[in-house]
């Protein structure tokens, strides 16, 4: 079956740029995308197909997908921002989830 | 405004069976897919099903992990889907929540409910 791969965490300091990648077998041949979750909260869609963003999502996140990696990045890291990171793409009739990534805003 | 409302969650020992429903408004609710995702305590997202609409036959597909033990139906009529779950085991433990997923060039979830809290223990 299908696997996506995230780093359990990510650290970074406020008004710097976050990187957070996702790696699956010629993910780049597929659309990845990309949930924030805060505790309590259920999963909010920040970036679809890829590079794009849903209405309301501010401008500092972004997605890239490429070769066997998908990446979100988030500019100017707010510590709002601090919440856990899942990619997710389609394969084979089903959804696949990465592991999630916990992003520390300090 | 699009709102997806799980309930029917609870406390269920090994063995038993639950069936949870979610109550979909705000858009035409029998032209989608609709899915189920699952969370276990600290743990992160797994899909556990979708069915997708009349068009596409209600044809469902499952997560290996809970096929021939979990139905997903639906009821057009009344904008509900429903997530029959049997034979529960321990693992089965979570917050399952419902999601709309849209299905363009890629396959992604844009609105989610709250989820419902589902504990399996004797």
């Known amino acids: 079956s299908y696997e996506l791969t995230q780093p359990p965490s990510v650290s970074v300091s406020p008004g710097q740029t976050a990187s957070i990648a996702c790696s699956g077998d010629?993910?780049?041949?597929?659309?990845a995308h990309w949930y924030q979750q805060k505790p309590g909260q259920p999963p909010l869609l920040v970036i679809y197909?890829?590079?794009k963003r849903p209405s309301g999502i501010p401008e500092r996140f972004s997605g890239s997908n490429s070769g066997s990696t998908a990446t979100l990045t988030i500019s100017g890291t707010q510590t709002m921002d601090e919440a856990d990171y899942y990619c997710q793409a389609w394969d084979s009739n089903t959804v696949v989830f990465g592991g999630g990534t916990k992003l520390t805003v300090l | 405004e699009v709102q997806l409302v799980e309930s029917g969650g609870g406390l269920v020992q090994p063995g038993g069976s639950l069936r949870l429903s979610c109550a979909a408004s705000g858009f035409t609710f029998s032209d989608l897919y609709m899915d189920w995702v699952r969370q276990a305590p600290g743990k992160g997202l797994e899909w556990v099903g979708h069915i997708r609409n009349k068009v596409n036959s209600y044809t469902t597909d499952y997560a290996a992990s809970v096929k021939g033990r979990f139905t997903i139906s639906r009821d057009d009529s009344k904008n509900l889907l429903y997530l029959q779950m049997n034979s529960l085991k321990n693992e089965d433990t979570a917050v399952y929540y419902c999601a709309r997923p849209r299905s363009g060039s890629g396959y992604y979830f844009d609105y989610w409910g709250r989820g419902t809290l589902v504990t399996v223990s004797s």
């Open positions: 010629k993910l780049g041949d597929k659309y």
């Open positions: 197909e890829d590079n």
